[in-house]
């Protein structure tokens, strides 16, 4: 008895023995060095998997810093330059500061809610809709509503507004990862700089038809006229394929386009008061002072 | 395997062909068939007669595209289709009513053809035919057998299982020998022995009247079916006719079958023997709420409007949605003043009440979509993967095969709309197999 139990535990553990070696030599020799760092950057960043930055998770974009060594070409958007300076200073390289982003919907239908010209009732998908037909709307290129943009958000910051049935982006929750921007099978959505003071002006519309035919569509629909073309000071305005767009990077956010717009297709957002035509000559503002004589009141406080 | 019984609705089969006048203005659009536009090959100013080519096929999947009616041409610009969505077009004014010389109006019957296959084909690609069964397939394409394979059998899809749909069944009560003479000729192209008719057998008059007429041509069997939609949809009729099965990712010609639409083979005989081009469809204007039912020959271009005005003045207070096509697999019509194309069998006028979907609720797991599939595919299955980007898995489980019949929703007690669910995994399939190649 005593016999059989001490080979068992002699057999055992020589082969407990045998193996620990084997064990001991593959594992150095298939030995995987990760960087310690991986781990730090990947610790400071937010973690929401979002696949803003083009890799497939945080952890993906975590090891592109470290292999690169530096941030050139890498940012990460929800996180933004608070993130990018932890990163740079855990790599010990220069911070990429980046311009903070917003996505933008570019669509603002006339024909939308009560006044839509359609109703749809199948599959509540855009990427379905938009293989079916133009939308409620009736606009080829317009918004189809049904949300696919809301539903690609990890940040909660896109709605659809109850009316209209359109998005609206919520600026302080998005972190313009540009998961939206995606999901959208119109490519109404885009990212552009917030702007200072978070003021921003954009073309709202995507309608790349003749003026003519636009104008069908939708009431508000860029015609391609080229006026914001003229009127713009800092040349930010191009006209392609009967589509106006507004260059971020020169944009000074003058308004002047807003007003000079014939359909109201272009939108300002952040600012406190709504764009109204400036007197255009020097003469002007003498007018109203004029009229201003004539009222009794006034004459009185002259004399 | 599978199938439904949708409620038949089949109203306007007592009403004879009529013929509906020609409009002030026509537009054709340059994309009336499966593939890429016609080139148009007229300009503004020009005058044309009726049957002349104002729209060339320079790629491969495209068709020719005459004009229905003679005129000036307005202009060559783009015109928002059926769905909204705008369009290649030629817009001509109409003037008089003038045919090319080389048409032949008279009412006479021509039987005999004495032209070689390749010829056939040709003029087939000529007189821009294409598959009047709704997908729009270019006949010429379809009559060119590949290198390698044989036709062994013509089928002759009459089945008309769509509800509602008509003029099938009056093309085969008014024009029984022209379709018979059609087929011969299509035979001919083929080289096949026999030609079969597959008729549902809810339509007696028409499996009669059609077994009474094949009688005078060789080589043309009349087909008795069960009735069951979707009886008429190209796997499910081989199967039914030859008792062959087209495995999955296969063309019917794989298992030696040729599938043509009743209405095309009319079409074929009008362009092989009268030299006529594709310029009108035969169309069924119905509904339960219409005052009355109709079936016209259309010139194509005519808009849904003007078929509307003509047929019924006005559509009745409780419309709810027209239909181009029949209930099952037909597409709603958002703009009216969209132009009739090649293919569009139907103006169906659905009432309000009927034409909402019900609410859909969960799935209870019954199972009804997969017996209903005539694929022999698991619908509920395919709406889990989509809706969770299981696109792969999709792919895996063979979702390309689904023929979009809408049985499944149709059979769903839950209102789920499977139908549309699978429509959108297979473009996502169709988008990943682009990408990887």
Known sequence: MTQQILIAVVVLGALGILFAVVLYFVAQKFKVVEDPLIDEVAEVLPGANCGGCGKAGCRAFAEACVQQGNLEGLRCAPGGDAVAAKIAELLGCAMVQGEPQVAVVRCNPANCGEKRRSNYDGLR???????????ESGCPFGCLGCGDCVEACQFDAIHLDPVTGVPTVDADRCTACGACAKACPRRIIELRNKGKKDRRVYVSCMNREKGAIAMKSCANACIGCGKCEKVCPMSAITITDNLSYIDYTKCIACRKCVVECPTKAIHDVGFPTPAVKPAPKPEAPAAPAAEKVEIPVAETAKA | MGGVHPEENKISNDAAIEVMPVGKQMVVLMNQHLGAPATPVVQKGDKVKVGQLIGEAQAFMCANVHSPVSGTVLKVDSCKDAFGLSKPAV???????????????????????????????????????????????????KYSIPEGKKAEYLIINAAECEPYLTSDYRVMMEHAEEVCIGISILRRALGVPNAYIGIESNKPAAIAHMQEVARQFEGIVVEPLKVKYPQGAEK?????????????????????????????????????QKNKPLIENILTVTGKELPSQHNYIVRIGTTYNEIIAHSIGQLPETTGKVISGGTMMGKAVVNLDAPTVKGNASVLVIGEKEARRAPETACIRCGKCASACPMGLEPYLFSLLVKNGRTEEAKEHN???????????????ANKPLTDEIRLGKNRVRAMMAAKK
């Open chain 2, 399 to 413: 979702i390309l095969d689904c023929i979009e019949c809408g049985c499944c929703f149709f059979s769903c007690p």
């Open chain 2, 236 to 272: 499910q009729l081989i199967n039914a006719v030859t008792g062959r099965r087209v495995p999955s990712g296969k063309l019917p010609i794989d298992v030696g079958c040729v599938v043509s639409n009743l209405g095309t083979t009319f079409a074929v005989y009008e362009a092989i």
């Open chain 2, 91 to 141: 817009y001509i004014n109409v003037e008089g009513d003038e045919w090319l010389e080389t048409i032949d109006r008279t009412p006479d019957i021509k039987r005999e053809c004495t032209l070689e296959p390749k010829e056939i084909v040709a003029k087939l690609k000529e007189m821009g035919i294409v598959g009047l069964g709704g997908a729009t397939f270019p006949a010429h394409i």
């Open chain 1, 125 to 135: 998908s855009c990427a379905f809709q938009n293989t079916v037909y133009t939308g």
